[in-house]
């Protein structure tokens, strides 16, 4: 450490590695909590401290970055990518990473924060996280298990032998103080004044831990669920849309359905509340009335089927406030009954086949040739305990249910386990032998060649409008580019962009593969960067 343990903290540098979780996301162009809260509570305790914030894609683009990180008295380091996923808009850190820079970065004091230091860290599924021990080995000073707002507050406050890197917050009155004042870090984050979406927190935990949850999920991990109240929510809205955020996620939950309900905490199955739900959703528009996006994230298909008419009224609620092209994600992971058994999951396949059969009635409508308000995602897991050769007959199957009932969903995600210490899967047995693993590369393969192509068929025919694409990346005479948003479709745009130009609007000439389709720029284009 630049100094001892209660040396006063005047300059800090913020190196974000991304973090990808059940319940928040931040690679770019998302911006998640932890950057927003660190900085939040270290200004809390003392205004003058002077906060660098830097992405991992631009601290790893230059060697001198090491040197200059060595200059601060305080290197936070977030990371932890606990389900992988593909990153178009930015590469989150390795494991390997995370441990050089503790090695090569001399004289501050590191501080590891994020799923990383909590649970550990991968960046592939079928394969054992990297636990946190070899971190605090690389010569991290501390891990963060607890909350950030609580430790980083506590250690520029206190300084660092009173602060409690496991602290855990019981209500959220600091963290509605810290997530409003570290707002304004957004504007040192690559994508401002572009594409920029922040990850906004309603709740902190899983309903489920009453039951242990899912067997790989580290959410029932964070114990009973913490509510925020309405106007937290909005308040720290308000705060990021007065620094220039137009893009917004309530995405930190692990259902959106059951926010403000009385039960959450209590029970394995709260009622949703619809009314907590408007009052959320109305406070957002009313502060942020020239947002741009307002999306959703998780949505659980058991709380849909056990309360369907709340649920279409929560929905309805949802698709009245926020913006089109939206996704509820929805974990059926496996369309096994017997692995869900095994693996105490959501739901059965036929649940799930009604939940998505309620997000379609309240949710597909369009406006002006768009796309749909609001649709399902699904996510299956593959490589669970339990799993057999009938599983992926099984998985085939129900997706092929959903072709043959013309339903729509957005995407399939599909992932293969990864296992992260300290989750019940952790301790089971788990045996994803080599048949076993061909069959879920054909799985895989099927569901990208097949149903996803089926799908964006029905959901982005050709004459759909899309709107608010931001280029992203080009390559053989092809740019990519995507609107802020839920899973937001990649469309492929014939002829050479400027990385970071906007597309005001283009209409959907074909489809391109099961994530992306070709479309045409019809409207005034503007060269951003
Ligand atoms: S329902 Fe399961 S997957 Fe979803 S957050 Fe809870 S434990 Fe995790």
Redesign the pocket.
């Known amino acids: 450490m630049k100094g001892e343990a209660n040396m006063k903290i005047r300059r800090v540098l913020i190196i974000d590695g991304y973090n990808d979780e059940?319940?928040g996301l931040g690679v770019p162009p998302y911006i998640d909590v932890y950057p927003r809260y660190i900085a939040g509570a270290l200004w809390y305790a003392d205004k003058d401290i002077k906060i660098d914030y830097v992405t991992v894609d631009s601290f790893r683009s230059s060697k001198s970055w090491i040197r200059k990180a060595s200059l601060y008295d305080l290197v936070v380091v977030i990371a932890g990518v606990v389900v992988p996923g593909r990153y178009l808009g930015g590469r989150p850190a390795l494991p390997e990473e995370v441990e050089l820079w503790g090695r090569l970065i001399e004289g501050p004091f590191k501080v590891l924060a994020g799923p990383a230091a909590r649970w550990g860290m991968g960046l592939e599924g079928g394969r054992p996280a990297v636990p946190p021990y070899k971190f605090q080995r690389a010569g991290y000073h501390v891990l963060v298990k607890g909350d950030v707002e609580q430790y980083f507050y506590e250690l520029a406050k206190y300084g660092e032998e009173r602060a409690s890197p496991h602290s855990i917050r019981r209500d959220y009155k600091l963290t509605n103080v810290v997530s409003v004042l570290g707002a304004r870090i957004v504007r040192q984050h690559p994508n401002y004044g572009r594409n920029l979406i922040a990850e906004i927190e309603t709740y902190r935990g899983?309903?489920?831990?009453v039951s242990?949850?899912?067997s790989?999920?580290?959410?029932?991990l964070r114990g009973r669920p913490v509510q925020r109240d309405p106007r937290g929510v909005v308040e720290e809205v308000k705060a990021l849309y007065e620094e220039g955020v137009r893009n917004f996620r309530l995405g930190r939950q692990?259902?959106i359905l059951v926010y403000g309900s009385k039960e959450l905490g209590e029970k394995e199955w709260p009622r949703p509340s619809p009314e907590a739900l408007e009052k959320v959703f109305r406070g957002i528009r009313a502060e942020a009335p020239n947002l741009e996006t307002l999306h959703i994230d998780?949505v659980?298909p058991?709380t849909i089927v056990r309360y369907p008419e709340e649920s279409r009224r929560s929905l309805k609620i949802i698709i009245k406030y926020h913006t089109p092209g939206d996704v509820a994600a929805m974990?059926l992971?496996s369309a096994d009954p017997k692995v869900t058994k095994i693996n105490?999951?959501?739901t059965t396949p036929e649940e799930a086949i009604e939940a998505i059969k309620i997000v379609n009635e309240v949710g597909r409508i369009r406006e002006d040739s768009g796309l749909p308000h609001l649709l399902p995602g699904i996510?299956f897991i593959l490589g669970l305990p339990g799993e057999s050769k009938k599983t992926y007959r099984m998985n085939r199957e129900f997706l092929e249910e959903i072709l043959k009932r013309d339903l729509l969903v957005r995407r399939v995600n599909v992932r293969r386990l990864m296992i992260i210490p300290l989750t019940r899967v952790s301790r089971m047995k788990v045996s994803f032998d080599k048949k076993l693993r061909l069959l879920a590369s054909s799985f895989i393969w099927w569901v990208r060649n097949y149903f996803e192509v089926e799908m964006l068929k029905r959901v982005a025919p050709p004459g759909t409008t899309l709107k608010n694409l931001w280029v992203e990346t080009c390559l053989n005479n092809l740019c990519y580019a995507r609107s802020p948003g839920s899973y937001p479709l990649v469309v492929a745009l014939k002829g050479s962009f400027a990385r970071g130009t906007l597309i005001k609007k283009a209409v959907v000439r074909g489809i391109r593969t099961g994530r992306s389709v070709l479309a045409e720029p019809v409207e005034v284009y503007e060269h951003c960067m």
Not at 206 to 209: N, S
């Open positions: 059940p319940g899983c309903a489920r831990w242990g949850g899912c790989f999920c580290v959410e029932p692990a259902d998780n659980n058991g974990g992971e105490n999951l959501n996510n």
